[in-house]
């Protein structure tokens, strides 16, 4: 037995299902398709004007769901699965196959099908899982310094007086590194949470960035960078003072780490329309290639492990700059070469009015 829809429910159905952001397929017995929506066009990148009987062969020929279609039609049980879909982009849906039952004869006449997509859930699992292993080991490598050396201590090194010194400073080293990890992460998660609350005033670019040169310079010139200033006079940006020292410092001190010695980093700004000023950090470092370049503003996320610890840092810098930005309303991004260098760029409002304040930069 099959089923048709008549004349009136056919575009009141259309139209509720067209207004769904799931995408639904109806089949019958025949496996021809009776219905679907807007949704399912964009899913399976179908012509929006097809005509004629349509099966579901020429729409997918992805196993799962013909499996899954099949065991509603054959035994009458709903199947669920989740599945990845090829178009455009990848992506991933949880798809759930129904069996559509005549009341009157009590027989599986059709099957529905609900396509929803998880891509993103599914991309934010992977980040949070990715976060706490990273975070465990981020903890657990000078953690397990700090216990080998204070081990060490009780054995008797203590009494060395070659090297008691020493081992004291390395687990200074290693607990300072955590405490860094620590305040970073809480800042991050005030800033998540909408509890850092901005001030925003008018800021003169060049002479804030000038005042952030005494902080930056010191790591400039034990590694052998060139920090400029190429902001040129009159730039203006409307931003909480203390944020944007963290956005900038941030974005300053990974572009000298992450450089070679004799390289540079360059800051400069412009206003890029009536309503933004563009800040951007460019350098002559190492690069980030083009596969990380969508990852490295998530929180621990390294690009290279071993450069990292190398250089130092808690992997929550760039974190804390995009939540930042967003949250002034703003956006950054990013352009790089490996091997050349890269340029983070920073949008933040402009002032409406031409007055401006200087704030010096803190050292805490």
Sequence with gaps: MSFRLDQYSQPLLEAVLGSLREGILVIDRQTEVVLYN????????????????????????????????????????????????????????????????MPSAHEVVGA???????????????????FFANLSHELR????????????????????NEN????????????????????????????EAGEFKLEPVTI???????????????????????FRNDVPPGIQVQADPQALEQILMNL??????????????VVTASFESDVRTLIAVRDTGIGIEAKHLGRIFERLYRVDKSRSQEVGGTGLGLAIVKHLVLNHGGDVSVDSTPGVGSEFRVRLPRPMTPTSVVFPATTG
């Design 141 to 160: 490598t000078p953690l397990t310094s700090i216990l080998a050396y204070v081990e060490t201590l009780l054995n008797g090194a203590l009494y060395d």
């Design 204 to 226: 003169d670019l060049k002479a804030f960035v000038d005042n952030l040169s005494v902080l930056v310079l010191p790591e400039a010139t034990a590694r052998q960078v060139t």
């Design 252 to 265: 300053i001190i990974n572009a000298v780490k992450f450089n070679r010695p004799g390289g540079e980093v």
């Design 112 to 130: 529905i099908g609900v396509f929803f997509d998880v891509t993103q859930l599914v991309r934010l699992e992977r980040v949070r899982r990715e």
């Design 38 to 101: 807007q949704a399912a066009i964009d899913i399976f990148n179908l012509s929006p004007v097809m005509t004629g009987p349509l099966r579901l062969i020429d729409i997918t020929r992805n196993k799962a769901i013909h499996d899954g279609f099949h065991q509603v039609l054959e035994e009458g049980r709903p199947f669920d699965a989740n599945l990845e879909i090829f178009g455009v982009q990848e992506r991933t849906f949880s798809f759930r196959a129904t069996p559509l039952i």
């Design 164 to 191: 008691n010194l020493q081992f004291l400073r390395i687990i200074n080293k290693h607990a300072t590194r955590m405490q860094n990890l620590v305040r970073d992460i809480a800042d991050l998660s005030a800033i």
